[in-house]
């Protein structure tokens, strides 16, 4: 899920604030199409909850995660699964199909997923992925820069995220040599399980550490103040500003 240094992924921490991910991940399963008997790497698997909806179609399925804590949640699932940075797939036209839900925007070498994915594919493979796009949680990004700045702290180095547009992905994804067959920037406000705290302190943790850790919950009550009337709707759900990036990519027979 991460290929940050300074991003820890507590499983039990992850279901309570981001259980939503793998549930709404469901169109990029339904783009993909995985057929009984294919061979599918899960790429960011992160707790296997999507990899297990996969092995039930009857795929036989890898999953590479860079979080050793979210990979031995996935393997007490029963899953075949690897911790490994997805910039640096070592796989050789092992698979029909990659695909990834939620994990491409931690990556920061774009284009070395996009290398690594093409040589793990066969000829005729595809490659399906739902990340962030464009201005995805834009509102969020800018309050804790804020927050960061009014402290003195530099967040551009921290910042783990890529959010590309469609067409700087359709631009990479076709100078490598595949064929985009779809590819799409999606608005979908997410209503999160609980208050944006549990959220911030889930995904944010890069942005966190470069605070003391004493000045770590005045930066979150800051950026939740200013998030609030901009995210957190009348009945008093808070709602992300995701904007998602959903893309099919074939690699020529
Ligand atoms: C996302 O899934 O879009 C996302 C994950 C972490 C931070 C921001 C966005």
């Known amino acids: 899920m991460t290929q940050s240094r300074t991003q ?10 981001a259980g939503f991910v793998p549930v709404l991940g469901k169109p990029v399963v339904e783009l993909a199409t995985p057929r009984t008997g294919e061979r599918v790497l899960d790429l960011g698997c992160g707790d296997g909850v999507l990899t297990e909806e996969i092995v039930s179609l009857g795929c036989s399925v890898t999953g590479v995660d860079a979080s050793p804590e979210q990979i031995a949640a996935a393997r007490a699932r029963g899953l075949n699964a690897e911790v490994m940075d997805g910039q640096e797939l070592p796989f050789d036209a092992a698979f029909d199909l990659v695909l990834s839900n939620a994990a491409l925007h931690w990556m920061k070498d774009q284009d070395a997923v996009i290398d690594g994915v093409w040589r793990a594919l066969k000829p005729g493979g595809r490659f399906a992925c739902e990340m962030g796009g464009g201005d995805n949680v834009g509102a969020i990004r800018r309050a804790v820069h804020s927050a960061l700045n009014s402290r003195g702290l530099d967040p551009v180095t921290a910042d ?21 067959e779809s590819i799409a920037l999606i608005d979908r406000p997410t209503p999160l399980p609980g208050d944006i705290e549990g959220w911030l302190w889930t995904f944010c943790e890069s942005f966190l550490m470069l605070a003391p850790e004493a000045e770590r919950q005045g930066i979150i009550d800051s950026v939740r103040l200013d998030l609030e009337p901009l995210l957190k709707d009348d009945s008093g759900v808070w709602v992300a500003d995701y ?10 027979a």
């Open 8 to 17: 820890s992924w507590d499983p039990a921490r992850y279901q309570a604030n």
């Open 160 to 180: 783990p995220w890529v959010f590309p547009s469609d067409e700087e992905q359709r631009r990479r994804l076709e100078a490598r040599g595949f064929h985009v």
């Open 243 to 252: 904007v998602r990036l959903r893309f099919l990519a074939v690699k020529p």
